[in-house]
């Protein structure tokens, strides 16, 4: 008998144990990932390049600068946020396919001034 109990107690400390860090997959199917750091200052983003996994991408911005700052990323419609004042963090989630994109402050002035990043998506 109590061989048996120890025997249970394994297998449900194994099963425990192999459950644990697993976060549930969301409704696409894909585990979240953690949001990659962009730092937007006069008139750069860092790091550049950005080399993430393809699929869904969040970016999180930090305006360590003096001015507002925007974050897009071209070719994505509507995947921009504005508005993100010095000291600021915004978000910005994308999904994203293998490719190379340019991510820009749209403010007037801004990108021409070299606030671009270059964005490799990896498969």
């Keep these: 008998m109590r061989n048996s109990l120890v025997a249970v107690l394994l297998v449900a ?10 976060r549930p997959a969301p409704p696409g199917g894909e585990a979240p990932r953690p949001p990659i750091d962009v730092v937007a200052a006069e008139w750069t983003f860092q790091p550049s390049p ?16 003096v001015v507002d700052h925007n ?14 004042k010095p000291g600021e963090s915004k978000t ?7 490719g190379t994109y340019t991510a820009y402050c749209s403010l007037p002035g801004h990108r021409e001034a070299g606030m671009v990043a270059e964005v490799r998506a990896a498969p």
């Design 71 to 84: 974050f897009g990323v071209e070719g994505r419609p509507g995947a921009e946020v504005d508005g993100i």
């Design 13 to 22: 400390a194994a099963l425990g144990t192999a459950a644990c860090g697993r």
């Design 92 to 98: 910005l989630s994308v999904r994203l396919d293998p």
């Design 50 to 65: 950005l080399t993430v996994h393809a699929g869904p991408v969040t970016f999180r911005i930090r305006n360590q600068g």
